[in-house]
Nanobody, 119 residues
Framework: QVQLADSGGGLVQAGDSLRLSCTAS????????MGWVRQAPGKEREVVSA????????YYADSVKGRFTISRDSAKNTFYLQMNSLRPEDTAVYYC????????????WGQGTQVTVSS
């Protein structure tokens, strides 16, 4: 079973940057897909970025392509979401999440971190 702990949110102005962090433990991480999922009030949950710990291409939602970058530090079992050129519409609770490779749904979740972007 994977445990996830995310952090790094905050209140910023449009155009600013933030970096979210997620530390994973408790599982063979190479077997999992890791992602960042956001939930804004009144909107559907959105997977903004994801990668497979064992390697391969990363995924980005169209809404964040060119602005957000997902990365990892395998030595620390930590992955990050670098968010640049933030927009008010990026305001949401961001969760790191994990799912077994090939699964449709994310099974393991961090506690969530609030990102608020003011205009």
């Amino acid at each position: 079973q994977v445990q996830l702990a995310d952090s790094g949110g905050g209140l910023v102005q449009a155009g600013d940057s933030l970096r979210l962090s997620c530390t994973a433990s408790g599982g063979a991480l190479s077997l999992y897909t890791m992602g960042w999922v956001r939930q804004a009030p009144g909107k559907e949950r959105e997977v903004v970025s994801a990668f497979t710990w064992s390697g391969g291409a990363s995924y980005y939602a169209d809404s964040v392509k060119g602005r957000f970058t997902i990365s990892r530090d395998s030595a620390k079992n930590t992955f990050y979401l670098q968010m640049n050129s933030l927009r008010p519409e990026d305001t949401a609770v961001y969760y790191c999440a994990a799912k077994f490779r090939g699964s449709d749904e994310y099974t393991y979740w961090g506690q969530g971190t609030q990102v608020t972007v003011s205009s």
